[in-house]
């Protein structure tokens, strides 16, 4: 049994993992018949994709890369349709592609258990589990069986679970909500008077996303972020704090500050994180999630 990654296009077809998942497969391009796959060619990524595609084999393993070091899931392939008999677009026909795109495909059964359930979840690689060189820029290649293991070890771990849509719910927008309803983060918190509450300049020109002021008077200075909290982000709204002391409150002040993490991504935080989070200043964190309802109009 080998592993291959093969990559998802998602940034340039919307909605093509969903697709894949749905319908258990993945896909390559080079529509025919302007691609074959037999015979010579001069296109020499056409020409890697071919021999690697070529043998691929039922019982294999793939994993599906996406854009920003994500990966969809793992599934085991059941057929290779990738003759030139076979094309049957994932992308439909339209007038930039006549023939569709993404149609050589290689059927898969995913693997549920690794992973989460749902196509709007897939995860983050750790930097020690991402691709590198030609693993990372191939549209299809065969996987190291160490890096494999570390993408396995990744997807299990909840913590690095995030949204396939990384670009819906930004974080300017958790922002604005935050500003415009800040009582729904907490019940009594307010905008901060005095001051711009939303992305306060300090003078080493970095921006806070909120400040807020809570029932006790203190400062809250709320910082958004779209996927799951990292060290960094902990270091961020701890200089936060410390820049809100010195050109805000005054260096003499005794006001506590308060410091909330706002994150998207998973419920499960990295012990790393947590660990730094808890120490003082303490930094509170804060999953939100986005719900919206439709209904028809009468």
Known sequence: MSYWKVNCMEDDYPGLWQTW???????????????????????????????????VRV?????????????????????????DAHWNPTVPVDKKNPEGEMGRRIEVRWDLHVGPVSPSAVARLPVEARFKGRALRSTIVRLKEETAEKIVLALSDEANWTSVHSGFASERAIS????????????????????????????????????????????????????????????????YMTMARKEILGLKSKTPIRGVLVHGGSRKIPDAVMQLAMAQPHIELVRFAVSVDFASSV
């Open 21 to 55: 998942f749905l319908q258990q497969t993945v896909a390559i391009g080079w529509p025919t018949p302007h691609f074959s796959l037999e015979g010579p060619t001069p296109d020499r990524s056409w020409a890697a994709a071919r021999a690697a595609a070529s043998q």
């Open 176 to 239: 604005e909500y935050i500003d415009a309803f800040p009582h729904l983060l907490e019940d009594g918190l307010r905008p901060y008077p005095s001051v711009k509450t939303r992305e306060f300049a300090f003078t080493d020109k970095r921006r806070s996303d909120v400040l807020l002021l809570d029932r006790q008077g203190r400062m809250v200075i709320v910082e958004c972020k779209q996927n799951s909290p990292s060290e960094a982000d902990v270091n961020q709204i701890r200089h």
């Open 59 to 83: 019982g294999d393993r793939i994993v599906v890369q996406l854009s920003n070091s994500r990966v969809g899931r793992i599934g085991t392939v059941t057929q290779v349709k990738i003759e």
